[in-house]
């Protein structure tokens, strides 16, 4: 028998390779962009068409490559970085695998043109699918700028398991805010279908004042008032940076950055301290929002646990989880006795001051009474639930003909009683500890949970809503403006048509400013921007672990806010009409989340029950 095994050749090997570094166009950027960063550059454009599927450019200012470098730079291991094993952990770039290009260039046809300083003219070089095409000389200004055409052109799989260009482009975003804010001191531009998202000058001052003012660019003046600087010097790290004050925490994940060594790390332990440090002062549900860059000698951390290389691990992780606890409880502290203290607030960012006006120290407002543990309790009356006036009180009937008719919810309700429900002989509704409805049918009794039941009553009016595109709408008196990180305003603004259609009426007002004219009937209006900001940040999660379609995320999210919830004290007409919408539903059985909205306990269930 001939002997059996083989090399790979280096096409396949690189495809391999590529499958674990280059996931989607988002994770090439990174990988380009942090080579420009190790190459020293203090300029770096990135040029995007079609979310990257087309074309991804990056043009840096850095050191450039010689021609027998840049040749060899595509070579699987080819790198500059480290030298032998030891260098491993004594890091200070980006990069160390020699990985990146060679994995780029296995998928996708690749020009990279580049140029060293002393050198009078530059290298050109083209490679489509790991293999060579062309090199030649070329005038290029001194530096690199490196072109990606038709990501996985050669990888049909991955193609097309890319996701809609408003998601994939958000993970660019990603990628690139995450390179943005690690390095303020450089400058950084993004153009998506030619036009301009960002165009971010470096900053000015020390490196605090310098992410301050990125954090401005990138995520809008507002933020210039709600930062509260940390600093913490210990001889195993340094923390630097900023946290959120409490009061503007949001409901969502997605403003929470570590950077270890200028590099963005995630780190569930770390994440832990911070959210601890803020401990009561946070309201519920709520996540802190973080910038904070920490320093540690490179030889206590491995880096290369994690391909992409957003994991680590700490040497001394419990020392390190302490110091940054107690460098955040400080901050906070220091922000709680002098709230009104502004932090070195970014003056330029300010609106200049008229000529002739006398510069006003900008201050803070706040509210002495404010706090954020009270909880809001409702009562009926004072803030209606938005159910149609009309209550028809014969949902007992609509419920027996849903056992009777084969409707969607018909195996649903047959598990969940067994004996045919007949009319009740009274109309008698009660409340049950301000969260569940009980009414009594022929057959026992029946248990509503009146927040899932509403969610579904509200889900699929929403839904219905969107899809005949009929919903009502209330006009905001004052229209509110937001604004939104670059990252999520790229999200809202693929989903517009769908937002809108529920009776949102949203306008995109350039880069990161939305405004809010009016919002789905039945809403509550003081929470529009909240509203939105938590439906965005559902959508991103549903997306990732659902798969939801855009259109039922939205409605899920919209129905869990604004139905009533546990603790409100609702009328009989309001229960009755509850009651009345639920069992006209398609799905009464289920709230959205596909939890039951109501039970019911049969009469032989009680009357065992006292061993009749
Ligand atoms: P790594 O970054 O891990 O070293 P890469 O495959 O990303 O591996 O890059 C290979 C080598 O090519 C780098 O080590 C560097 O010497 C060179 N290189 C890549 N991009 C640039 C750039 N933009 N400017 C200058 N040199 C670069
Ligand atoms: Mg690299």
């Given at each position: 028998m001939p002997d059996i095994i083989r090399l790979l050749p280096d096409s396949v090997a690189n495809q391999i390779a590529a499958g674990e570094v280059i996931q989607r166009p988002a994770s090439a950027v990174k990988e380009l962009m942090e080579n420009s960063i190790d190459a020293g550059a203090t300029k770096i454009q990135l040029i995007v068409k079609d979310a990257g599927r087309t074309l991804l450019q990056i043009v840096d200012n850095g050191k450039g490559?010689?021609?027998?470098?840049?040749?060899?730079?595509?070579?699987?291991?080819?790198?500059?970085?480290?030298?032998?094993?030891?260098?491993?952990?004594?890091?200070?770039?980006?990069?160390?695998?020699?990985?990146?290009?060679?994995?780029?260039?296995?998928?996708?046809?690749?020009?990279?043109?580049?140029?060293?300083?002393?050198?009078?003219?530059?290298?050109?070089?083209?490679?489509?699918?790991?293999?060579?095409?062309?090199?030649?000389?070329?005038?290029v200004p001194a530096g690199t700028s490196f072109s990606v055409k038709n990501l996985f052109y050669n990888v049909p799989a991955r193609r097309n398991f890319l996701k809609s260009e408003a998601v994939e482009f958000r993970h660019i975003v990603e990628e690139f805010e995450r390179i943005a804010f690690a390095h303020p001191g450089t400058a950084f531009s993004l153009h998506h279908n030619n036009s301009e998202l960002f165009n971010l000058l470096p900053g000015h001052g020390d490196f605090r004042a310098q992410l301050r003012q990125r954090i401005v660019a990138l995520y809008g003046n507002p933020y210039n008032q709600r930062l509260v600087p940390v600093e913490e010097s210990t001889p195993i790290l340094s923390v630097s940076g900023f946290i959120g004050k409490p009061e503007f925490a949001k409901r969502s994940r997605g403003e929470q950055f570590f950077?270890?060594?200028?590099?963005?790390?995630?780190?569930?332990?770390?994440?832990?301290?911070?959210?601890?440090a803020?401990?009561?002062?946070?309201?519920?549900?709520?996540?802190?929002?973080?910038?904070?860059?920490?320093?540690?000698?490179?030889?206590?951390?491995?880096?290369?646990?994690?391909?992409?290389?957003?994991?680590?691990?700490?040497?001394?992780?419990?020392?390190?989880?302490?110091?940054?606890?107690?460098?955040?409880?400080?901050?906070?502290?220091?922000?709680?006795?002098s709230p009104t203290l502004d932090f070195e607030q970014e003056m330029s960012m300010q609106v200049p001051a008229k000529n002739n006006a006398a510069l006003v120290a900008p201050t803070i407002k706040v509210n002495p009474g404010y706090n954020p543990f009270a909880e809001q309790k409702k009562f009926s009356g004072e803030n209606p639930l938005p159910v149609p006036?009309?209550?028809?009180?014969?949902?007992?009937?609509?419920?027996?003909?849903?056992?009777?008719?084969?409707?969607?919810?018909?195996?649903?309700?047959?598990?969940?009683?067994?004996?045919?429900?007949?009319?009740?002989?009274?109309?008698?509704?009660?409340?049950?500890?301000?969260?569940?409805?009980?009414?009594?049918?022929?057959?026992?009794?029946?248990?509503?949970?009146?927040?899932?039941?509403?969610?579904?009553?509200?889900?699929?009016?929403?839904?219905?809503?969107?899809?005949?595109?009929?919903?009502?709408?209330?006009?905001?008196?004052?229209?509110?403006?937001?604004?939104?990180?670059?990252?999520?305003?790229?999200?809202?603004?693929?989903?517009?048509?769908?937002?809108?259609?529920?009776g949102f009426d949203v306008q995109h007002f350039?880069?990161?400013?939305?405004?809010?004219?009016?919002?789905?009937?039945?809403?509550?209006e003081k929470s529009a921007a909240l509203v939105l900001e938590k439906m965005i940040g559902e959508f991103r999660e549903n997306e990732q672990e659902l798969r939801l379609h855009p259109q039922e995320s939205i409605a899920r999210s919209l129905a869990k806010q604004a139905a009533v919830k546990q603790g409100r004290i609702l009328s009989p007409e309001e229960m009755r009409a509850l009651a009345d919408e639920l069992f006209a539903c398609e799905t009464p059985a289920y709230a959205p989340d596909g939890k039951p909205a109501f039970i019911n306990f049969p009469i032989e269930e009680i009357d065992k029950r006292f061993k009749r």
């Open positions: 490559m010689s021609e027998t470098d840049a040749r060899i730079s595509f070579e699987r291991h080819a790198t500059s970085k480290i030298r032998n094993a030891g260098d491993l952990f004594d890091l200070h770039t980006m990069g160390f695998r020699g990985e990146a290009l060679a994995s780029i260039a296995a998928v996708a046809q690749v020009e990279m043109k580049t140029r060293r300083e002393e050198d009078s003219s530059g290298t050109e070089i083209r490679m489509e699918g790991s293999k060579f095409i062309s090199q030649e000389d070329c005038a950077f270890l060594n200028k590099r963005f790390i995630r780190n569930s332990y770390l994440h832990h301290a911070v959210q601890s803020f401990e009561q002062l946070l309201p519920k549900d709520a996540f802190a929002c973080y910038f904070l860059f920490l320093e540690v000698d490179p030889k206590s951390i491995d880096v290369n646990i994690h391909p992409t290389k957003t994991e680590v691990k700490f040497e001394d992780e419990r020392s390190v989880y302490a110091i940054l606890r107690s460098a955040v409880k400080r901050a906070l502290g220091q922000y709680n006795i006036g009309k209550f028809s009180g014969d949902w007992q009937q609509m419920f027996d003909q849903r056992i009777a008719k084969n409707e969607p919810g018909q195996k649903i309700l047959h598990s969940e009683m067994d004996a045919p429900v007949e009319h009740p002989s009274s109309s008698q509704i009660w409340q049950l500890h301000e969260r569940y409805i009980l009414t009594p049918i022929r057959s026992g009794i029946l248990v509503i949970d009146q927040q899932r039941a509403h969610e579904r009553v509200l889900y699929e009016r929403f839904l219905r809503a969107m899809k005949n595109a009929n919903s009502s709408s209330q006009r905001l008196l004052f229209p509110e403006t937001m604004e939104i990180p670059a990252a999520d305003a790229v999200l809202i603004s693929g989903l517009l048509g769908e937002i809108n259609s529920c350039g880069a990161n400013t939305f405004v809010v004219n009016g919002i789905p009937a039945g809403l509550e």
